[in-house]
């Protein structure tokens, strides 16, 4: 499976973006499918997953209220909304796909494929 990444930029305080993660193959159909994000010096945190097969998702509590992931089954496409955004949310964005099981679903090792990365800025 191969994850295209799009949609970050430059944005102000308050302001929102959505990013895009478009997979390359309907078998991601079978995949949990999360966003992740890297500041500068930091690890690599999650932010928001999707269970395709049935649309559960799951939040970073750092973002609940302010992102939501989404998904769109014809387009194979995987979205991360995010609104009233913070200076602290500046980061490379990357998605990600896997067989992630509820207890590790919010960890690096638990996702097989890596798109290559969305840079969000936030300017105060």
């Known amino acids: 499976v191969q994850l295209q990444a799009s949609g970050g930029g430059l944005v102000q305080a308050g302001g929102s973006l959505r990013l895009s993660c478009a997979a390359s193959?309907?078998?991601?159909?079978?995949?949990?499918v999360a966003w992740f994000r890297q500041a500068p010096g930091k690890e690599r945190d999650f932010v928001a997953s999707i269970r395709w097969s049935g649309g559960n998702t799951f939040h970073a509590d750092s973002v609940k209220g302010r992102f939501t992931i989404s998904r769109d089954n014809a387009r194979n496409t995987v979205y991360l909304q995010m609104n009233n955004l913070k200076p602290e949310d500046t980061a490379v964005y990357y998605c990600?796909?896997?067989?992630?099981?509820?207890?590790?679903?919010?960890?690096?090792?638990?996702?097989?494929?890596w798109g290559q990365g969305t840079l969000v800025t936030v300017s105060s």
């Open positions: 990600a796909a896997g067989r992630a099981i509820q207890s590790t679903i919010a960890t690096v090792r638990a996702y097989d494929y």
């Open positions: 193959e309907r078998t991601v159909s079978s995949y949990t």
